[in-house]
């Protein structure tokens, strides 16, 4: 069972930029793909980024490319999301998740689909006032 606690989210205003935290539980998370993911109010929650178990690969949604910036630190088991230039369309509820399987090391896949992870955290708000 792994445990996720996002933290970091909060107001801020177009232009600028945030960074939230996936701090999780369990000595293997350090194995496992993470995603960030959210939902805005009356939408479908989407796939934001992900980032395999070493962090070599990361995959990004198109509209966030060179915009967000997803990284993780394994010695503290905590995943972050960066995310510049925030807009308002960019409000929503941001979730990370974790794909609870250990692949072979040599498999560096960073997941798209929400199917693809078996844990996930309460969500932090992310505001971002025009």
């Known amino acids: 069972q792994v445990q996720l606690v996002e933290s970091g989210g909060g107001l801020v205003q177009a232009g600028g930029s945030l960074r939230v935290s996936c701090a999780a539980s369990g000595h293997t998370f350090r194995r496992y793909a993470v995603g960030w993911f959210r939902q805005a109010p009356g939408k479908e929650r989407e796939f934001v980024a992900g980032?395999?178990?070493?962090?070599?690969?990361?995959v990004y949604k198109d509209s966030v490319k060179g915009r967000f910036s997803i990284s993780r630190d394994n010695a503290k088991n905590t995943v972050y999301l960066e995310m510049d230039s925030l807009k308002p369309e960019h409000t929503a509820v941001y979730y990370c998740?974790?794909?609870?399987?250990?692949?072979?090391?040599?498999?560096?896949?960073?997941?798209?689909?929400?199917?693809?992870?078996?844990?996930w955290g309460q969500g932090t708000q992310v505001t971002v006032s025009a």
């Open positions: 980032i395999s178990w070493s962090g070599i690969s990361t």
């Open positions: 998740a974790v794909d609870g399987k250990i692949w072979p090391a040599t498999n560096e896949y960073a997941h798209v689909h929400l199917q693809e992870y078996d844990y």
